[in-house]
């Protein structure tokens, strides 16, 4: 019997087995036929403290005995109001709003549509978005029209609005000037992953780049949206990448670490201005028309308190530091291989390419993908891009055996 599930990012034409989790722990997922895999990616960049922290797991077991669901439209809960008051303690002064929604994808859609809001309840309306180039912002059409074109995008190109995509600071006078020229131009907001292009391949850039690029939008009123939602919550080295620049955004995303990557949230942040813009005592048509079905559901928001709770009672910096310092020294041992090339890392997050260049649809991927999937790892390169953003609670020996895997990896593909 087949199975009636399609999968996202999955070709199932090429038949690769689908592995059937049943508990995870840590950094340890469980198959249904007892095999124990290492996640060496974060189930996909959300868990943090590791699978099941007892603390989240609790959180969401009690909430869903006091209140499971509630309308959020004029209408509010105890967790919700709890994670709002904790993000706006632990963000810039300046970020004073929080609306919640339920994935990255619509974080970004939201953190857009305020954008454009702002600029027509100011009289002045502005449309056209600048992004970054090889960004990526979520599947949305909204969050495809602001991210990177490609394969994975091609059949709906036509119906992507138009952006304005700044050169990736390779040179970074080239990409200031690129920013500045856009700006001068008019635009209503640059969006941009800070220090790290996530899905664009682990690209890293410098914080003096990002810190430049902020400028030159204040300094023309162009938003500034901080779109955190895979680098923040420590996977950088610090909560969230903008504070190794000194950046404070004019909208921040948040979701994938909200809730430690227990269960769906996302919230985006916003400046006073733009909550202000939205505001009328007499006119209705200027509320903000945005909401989802499960917009602040209470055993969602449960879990994203019990992870801010988790980040100030226990030492996840510490975590950190040391996840970071492993990481290190084994990226280290692994660039001494000739086949690898750019060897890159940022806090917990380590990558490099198996061969020059880099290519999603490269003819390594599948095979790369069965080599790890045999050794009981869990790790997903992208294209010929290999890299290794575990949870902050893998062991020492865990992680050993992820690059030990990877070093078999590079011995038998590299060439
Ligand atoms: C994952 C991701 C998104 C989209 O989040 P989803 O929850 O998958 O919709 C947006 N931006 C960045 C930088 C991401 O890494």
């Given at each position: 019997?087949?199975?009636?599930?399609?999968?996202?990012?999955?070709?199932?034409?090429?038949?690769?087995?689908?592995?059937?989790?049943a508990?995870?722990?840590g950094?340890v997922?469980?198959?249904?036929?007892?095999?124990?895999?290492?996640?060496?990616?974060?189930?996909?960049?959300?868990?943090?403290?590791?699978?099941?922290?007892?603390?989240?797991?609790?959180?969401?077991?009690?909430?869903?005995?006091?209140?499971?669901?509630?309308?959020?439209?004029g209408?509010?809960?105890?967790?919700?109001?709890?994670?709002?008051?904790?993000?706006?303690?632990?963000?810039?002064?300046?970020?004073?709003?929080?609306?919640?929604?339920?994935?990255?994808?619509?974080?970004?859609?939201?953190?857009?549509?305020?954008?454009?809001?702002y600029?027509?309840?100011?009289g002045?309306?502005?449309?056209?978005?600048?992004?970054?180039?090889?960004?990526?912002?979520?599947?949305?059409i909204g969050?495809m029209?602001?991210?990177?074109?490609?394969?994975?995008?091609?059949?709906?190109?036509?119906?992507?609005?138009d952006?304005?995509?700044?050169?990736?600071?390779?040179?970074m006078?080239?990409?200031?000037?690129?920013?500045?020229?856009?700006?001068?131009?008019g635009?209503?907001?640059?969006?941009?992953?800070?220090?790290?292009?996530?899905?664009?391949?682990?690209?890293?850039y410098?914080p003096?780049?990002?810190?430049?690029?902020?400028d030159?939008?204040?300094?023309?009123?162009?938003?500034?949206?901080?779109?955190?939602?895979?680098?923040?919550?420590?996977?950088?080295?610090?909560?969230?990448?903008?504070?190794?620049?000194?950046?404070?955004?004019?909208?921040?995303c948040?979701?994938?670490?909200?809730?430690?990557?227990?269960?769906?949230?996302?919230?985006?942040?916003?400046?006073?201005?733009?909550?202000?813009?939205?505001?009328s005592?007499?006119?209705?048509?200027?509320?903000?028309?945005?909401?989802?079905?499960?917009?602040?559901?209470p055993?969602?928001?449960?879990?994203?308190?019990?992870?801010l709770?988790?980040?100030?009672?226990?030492?996840?910096q510490?975590?950190?530091?040391?996840?970071?310092?492993?990481?290190?020294?084994?990226?280290?041992?692994?660039?001494?291989?000739?086949s690898?090339?750019?060897?890159?890392?940022?806090?917990?997050?380590?990558?490099?390419?198996?061969?020059?260049?880099q290519?999603?649809?490269?003819?390594?991927?599948?095979?790369?993908?069965?080599?790890?999937?045999?050794?009981?790892?869990?790790?997903?390169?992208?294209?010929?891009?290999?890299?290794?953003?575990p949870?902050?609670?893998?062991?020492?020996?865990?992680l050993?055996?992820?690059?030990?895997?990877?070093?078999?990896?590079?011995?038998?593909?590299?060439?």
């Amino acid at each position: 019997m087949t199975s009636p599930v399609w999968h996202p990012f999955t070709q199932h034409g090429l038949g690769e087995p689908i592995p059937k989790v049943a508990t995870a722990s840590g950094a340890v997922l469980t198959t249904v036929d007892g095999r124990e895999v290492i996640d060496a990616i974060s189930s996909w960049w959300v868990t943090t403290h590791g699978h099941n922290h007892p603390r989240i797991s609790a959180a969401i077991a009690e909430q869903a005995g006091k209140l499971d669901q509630i309308i959020f439209a004029g209408w509010t809960h105890e967790p919700a109001e709890e994670v709002a008051a904790e993000l706006v303690r632990i963000t810039p002064p300046a970020l004073t709003r929080v609306f919640f929604s339920d994935s990255g994808s619509t974080a970004v859609e939201v953190a857009l549509k305020m954008a454009l809001g702002y600029w027509l309840h100011r009289g002045e309306p502005r449309h056209r978005i600048l992004v970054l180039e090889h960004s990526y912002h979520g599947d949305t059409i909204g969050a495809m029209s602001v991210g990177a074109r490609g394969v994975y995008n091609r059949a709906y190109a036509p119906l992507l609005f138009d952006v304005g995509t700044i050169p990736f600071p390779h040179d970074m006078q080239v990409t200031l000037d690129a920013l500045e020229a856009e700006c001068r131009a008019g635009a209503a907001a640059f969006i941009v992953e800070p220090l790290v292009l996530g899905a664009g391949g682990m690209l890293l850039y410098a914080p003096e780049t990002l810190a430049a690029m902020r400028d030159i939008c204040a300094r023309h009123g162009v938003l500034f949206i901080a779109d955190e939602i895979m680098t923040g919550w420590g996977r950088t080295g610090t909560l969230f990448a903008c504070e190794q620049a000194e950046v404070v955004p004019d909208i921040l995303c948040l979701s994938k670490g909200l809730t430690g990557g227990a269960v769906p949230l996302a919230v985006t942040l916003a400046i006073e201005p733009i909550f202000q813009a939205h505001w009328s005592q007499t006119d209705r048509s200027r509320q903000f028309f945005h909401s989802s079905s499960y917009t602040a559901n209470p055993i969602a928001c449960a879990a994203a308190a019990a992870n801010l709770a988790i980040w100030r009672d226990e030492p996840v910096q510490a975590r950190i530091d040391a996840l970071a310092g492993a990481q290190a020294r084994h990226l280290a041992m692994a660039a001494s291989q000739p086949s690898v090339h750019s060897p890159r890392q940022l806090g917990t997050i380590a990558a490099f390419e198996l061969g020059a260049g880099q290519d999603y649809l490269s003819d390594l991927a599948p095979r790369l993908l069965a080599h790890f999937r045999e050794r009981d790892l869990l790790v997903r390169p992208m294209g010929n891009t290999i890299y290794v953003m575990p949870p902050y609670s893998i062991t020492p020996e865990q992680l050993g055996k992820v690059w030990t895997g990877i070093g078999e990896a590079i011995d038998r593909f590299g060439g």
